[in-house]
């Protein structure tokens, strides 16, 4: 029916002339972090605002650094949620998005921090159950000196090298996907946090174990076996959240490159199936023919999108004005992507009515994964 009143829509416009940017079938879709809500009331409104302005996916942050904004029997309550790591906050963020979500038809995928294991200065204090950070020191990234990620005030990194650190993240995200009637697992920060990361002792035995190969490479093959680990884990869709600039082909003076400073490689998650779409996050302005163009860094994504979807990230910056995102949207469609996720929602929600009355105008679905 959806598909009907939209050829209906789009012969009405055309009859009168009118420009129709819309697609019957993108993902437009929106992150919403976990700084974002502190109540049942904030996801119920927030959902609803999302609904409204004409999105149909919500990529809902339920895992921030090895704790939970859900019921989890793994890892401890956030302390973002009443101030107290492990103090069950007494309604459940994941379950009222879900339920105001799909009443709304929005998509609702969990959205969790892979590797990030604490922030701040101040360590994660006693709870039930235990944080990873207590009872697994030793899974934190260590730089060439061997000496491991202290508190700062940023966050810090379990290492992707490490079996028992990609384990968790496959159970937390199995966890999910069997509690809750999620419409997709998202990962964010599934990366190492830089190009001098991964020295840890538990890492570097593995790495002998598999023959001392090199250690770049062997990090990416740890990456990617955290994504395949967490596909193999659950039966709904999986995507990541990757870096904008996967190689620097253009010669841009002053870029870093998912594949080579985060070991994150983008092509090898699609080529090699571990994930249904990328959702690179590709924050800059289109800005044809010059450094950091939206338009050329999207166009690469979908060059290597391997058969797999990808949906454009893109920077909701309050001094862009709603010409940029509105710009960087229609781009995209130009590109190829088959959808774009806007980061996010405290932002974005500025342009909400501006989207609604241009490029989310007329309805459209997500569009299915065939090969799931």
Known sequence: MLAFIFAITMHISVALGQSVTSAPDEVRGIWVTRWTYGSADDVVRIMNEVADAGFNTVYFQVRGQHDAFYKSTIEPWSDGLTGTLGKDPGWDPLAVAIETGHSRELEVHAYINSFTMWRGLKPPGQSTPVHAWRTDADWLVATEDGMPSALNDGYVYASPGQADVRARLAAVAKEIATQYAVDGI???????????????????????????????????????????????????????????????????????????????????????????????????????????????????????????????????????????????????????????????????????????????????????????
């Open 186 to 372: 998202h990962l964010d920060h599934i990366r190492y946090p830089g190009p001098e990361h991964g020295h840890d002792l538990g890492s570097l035995a593995a790495w002998e174990e598999d023959g001392q190969p090199d250690f770049g490479d062997w990090r990416r093959t740890q990456v990617n076996k955290a994504v395949a680990e967490v596909q193999a884990a659950v039966s709904v869709p999986v995507s990541a959240a990757v870096w904008g600039v996967y190689t620097n082909r253009w010669g841009w003076a002053g870029v870093s490159e998912g594949r080579n400073a985060y070991f994150q490689d983008a092509d090898a998650f699609t080529r090699e199936g571990h994930v249904d779409a990328l959702l690179p996050m590709v924050y800059w302005k289109v800005n044809p023919g010059e450094r950091l163009d939206f338009t050329a860094l999207v166009e690469d994504h979908v060059s290597r999108a391997n058969g797999r979807h990808v949906y454009a990230g893109i920077r909701t910056d309050p001094a862009w004005g709603a010409e940029a995102v509105i710009a960087c949207i229609e781009s995209a469609r130009k590109a190829g992507a088959q959808g774009v996720v806007l980061f996010e929602y405290s932002e974005g929600k500025a342009y909400f009515d501006a989207l609604k009355a241009t490029v989310f105008k007329l309805p459209a679905h997500p569009p299915k994964m065939d090969w799931r």
